[in-house]
């Protein structure tokens, strides 16, 4: 297992970040933000990401996909992550392509896989319940009523929830509140009769919805796997965008950095540049230190996602282990970022906000660093 | 089958017949070897190892065979190591010539230097110490100012080194000394390598917080060395100096890798997890239950897998896997570390962390307290903390330098 791009990789990324650079850099997310657009997303160059073949690299070629391994999609968001690119690379791709895979039928692969890859089907996934990252806590419940299921409950932070086709809805059938049995997958059109969806306007300008479910009516025939067996599936696929996740916020805090150090090499104060005071150079080093180690849990964990001899408990723990350490050192340098660039940084104008922004979404979404310490303790027997 | 499949067929083999079985166990500190001629083997068995190993270069296994060296390619290297880790075999031989006098002198010394040498370094026959600071030159080393003078055939060395590690136990030291005192500081320095046996050498142990001395302080009165024992050119020193550094941080760096091998020299002990010992002392089953020392273990633990991944891929990226500009932040980060491990165990072990001595105390808590306060030279030694941020500033950011000015 390398921690090195080989060069396959190499070509990815820089096609990758060619991409980005031109047709999603910050200005665009600024435009979308500022003219509340609808989609919330550019979809024009999501079609294009679809033709680079960015939707299918990790899912079989059975069903349109290329089976690149999860490492090509990881090298993608690092690149997106530069950018803060806005795509559904995240909900459709990671959490709601993967889940497919990994719990549907052949016959729900089939009718949903080729069309998600070719960018016509868009799909979200309602999980979270409360304002905290909680995969267990599920009190959306499923009652079975002959062919059919009645949902009722809440969901919230659902991403991309107000713009996808259709819902992948985590709700719970049996068990007590935190049992990892009883839980079920249920897919939904998003214009599901007693399901109400609420765009969320997020600091971060992404997509994301509220819902209420209000006995919502669905055939047993669109239950993704077994009635209360999904967990063991729905914990790998978590995993799996945690660590794609990782890999974007591994692009922002690069590209925050890099930022950081152009501007201490060109603001002058006192007749000097301010890269030249000690007590501005040790934080810089600092930064530099913990992103080296954010690039190797990274790259280890990617690598571990691919890695079929590893066992699940390891995956789990080197999944929680980089969305830590990520969404810690993406605190420290979106900080740094608005405070090094002092005045100016406070500004809109500027587009360093946008990654402080952008970095306390990333580091709650799937999981804070609190909760994963809590998980990767668990996983280590202590 | 590949050559490398040979290899490590072959080198299995002759661990099997050759590696006692003694050897074949966790490394205790009082059996280390460091070799030189004052070397002390406590068991005998370390005694057979080492010539065994030494016979076949395996002490130094990337150098050159034709100065006894192992004459390995890194693959086969990776190989052995590999091999030597199934079996948990000791390491023959732990010596400062080996981690950082002999790669410099390699790359810059005589053929008549290296024939001299480095056969003794492989073999464990010299004992190498390290005389770089000096009572007014720490960070800012360039300023040192022990005096070499050429007087015919021989320069005079007059001075004093300080933190000279086990300066009364070494054979031989090199050393900085300055040769010239009328140019910028830099500029002046010479590489020198000298008998301790020599007349005019003296030295003193500093006994420290943790109680214990392994450094010294090292006095030199018209000490006489021959004039063929100056490395490379002169007051062109500065250059090897900083080399040699690198590989000292690589070493230093490696301190804060999760098992805690390479400081006690592949020392281990029931102390190694943490987390192990937090719940033990705690008597807790399954989860520890201070929830603060918990999260605090589980970043740690984080780190340190981060770190040693970071270790990998910088020995990925470095194609020859020297020393490069990233030796700085591995010898940073390994050292905070190493530090953090042990506030970490002094949290686990409770008031048992707290004893200096005697009753009450077993021996592996009583090592904790003392190799705790020992942690707290990592980041002094080999480069304060501070100068590594320096550098990382500077060479690898790009960072406008300050301090240049003063340099002058």
Redesign the interface.
Known sequence: M???LNEDQQMLQQAARNFCQKHTPISQLRQLRDSRDEHGFDRQAYQQMVELGWTGMSLPEAYGGFEFGHSGLAVVLEETGRTLTCSPLIASVLLGGNLIYALGNEAQKQALLPGLIAGDLLLALAIDETPFHNPTRIQTRAERQGDHYLLNGRKTLVLDGHVADKLLIVARSSGSDDSVEGLSVFLLDRNSPGLEVTRQWMVDSRNSASMVLDDVKVSAEDLLGSEGQAWQSLEQVLDIARVGLAAEMLGSIQESFARI?DY??QRQQFG??I????GL??R???M??EI??????V??AVAALDNRELAAQQVAA?AS?AK??LS?VAELVSNEGVQMHGGIGMTDEFDIGFFIKRARVAQQFLGDA?FH??R???L??? | MTNLQEFRESTRQWLEENCPQSMRTTMVADEIVWGGRKAEFKNPDSKLWLERMAEKGWTCPTWPAEYGGGGLSKDEAIVLQQELDRINARPALTSFGISMLGPVLLEYGSHEQKAEHIPKIVRGEIRWCQGYSEPGAGSDLASLSTRAELQGENYLINGSKVWTSYADKADWIFCLVRTDFEVPKHAGISFILFDMASEGVSTRPIQLISGASPFCETFFDNVKVPAGNLVGEVNDGWSIAKRLLQHERTMISSFGLASGQGDRGGVTSTMDSVEGAAMHYRGDKGKLSDPVLRDDIARFKIDSEAFAHTSRRSVEETKQGGPNATSSMLKYYGCELNKRRYELLLRSLGSQSLGWEGEGFADEELQVTREWLRSKANSIEGGTLEVQLNIIAKRVLGLPDLLSLSKK
């Open positions: 390398s921690l090195v150090v201490l090499n000097v540049l890269g030249s005071f000690q150079q040790h810089a080093a600092v530099y230190s080296e180690l954010c690039t190797s849990i790259r280890a080197l282990a830590a350490k810690e609190a310490r809590d990767y303790a668990s280590n027997n202590f």
